[in-house]
């Protein structure tokens, strides 16, 4: 894996751990040699991630909506920004430039753009790893929610597996690096199963 897609948010949030470990992400991802491909801003979690991956002189492409750079709130020290014409294209792009996605707290469009991922790889539209670094919990009501919704006959186990879920940077790339996707068609006759 050489490219990763990190999704987060364009606030800090109110816990310190939570932007430390942004920063930390970043810094990991250029110690395994692994390009960030992320939003393009120089705010809130995502200017973290990007400012950890350019301390340690890992290459980042940012990539952002035109409506958006022209608030000024895009990073001008990263290795390349893309300027796109909708947040649709730019999540687009991040999928295309990538190997591999991350995602870190954040609001509506971080989950937003998180579940696309997930649903993308779920119908097969792609086999990427798709990671989850849950710092102190942040993602533990959710993980439940995602639980019960196996438990309730709306998702499969093996879908649900698809999600890699570690507290720490490396554990999460590990985890990565060694993922064997296991797809199996979203849409099977019942004598298949």
Known sequence: ???????????????????KKAYQLGRTLSDYNMALIYGGAKVGL????????????????????????????????????IVVESMHERKTKMHEMSEGI????????????????????????HQKPIG???????????????????????????????????ESCSGLLDKMVAYQPAFTPKWIKKEQT
């Open 102 to 125: 991350i995602a870190l707290p954040g609001g509506f469009g971080t989950l937003e753009e998180l579940f696309e991922m997930i649903t993308w790889g779920q119908l097969g539209l």
């Open 132 to 166: 989850i670094l849950n710092v102190n919990g942040f993602f533990d009501e959710m993980l439940h929610f995602i639980d019960s919704m196996v438990s309730k006959g709306f998702l499969k186990q093996h879908h649900r597996d698809m999600l890699l879920i570690d």
């Open 46 to 81: 995502m200017g973290r991630v990007a400012d950890g991956a350019l301390d340690e002189s890992g290459e980042v492409i940012g990539i952002i909506p035109d409506f958006l750079k022209s608030k000024e709130i895009f990073h001008d020290g990263i290795s390349e920004l």
């Open 1 to 19: 894996m050489r490219s990763v897609a990190v999704f987060c948010g364009s606030s800090d949030g109110n816990d310190k751990e939570i932007v």
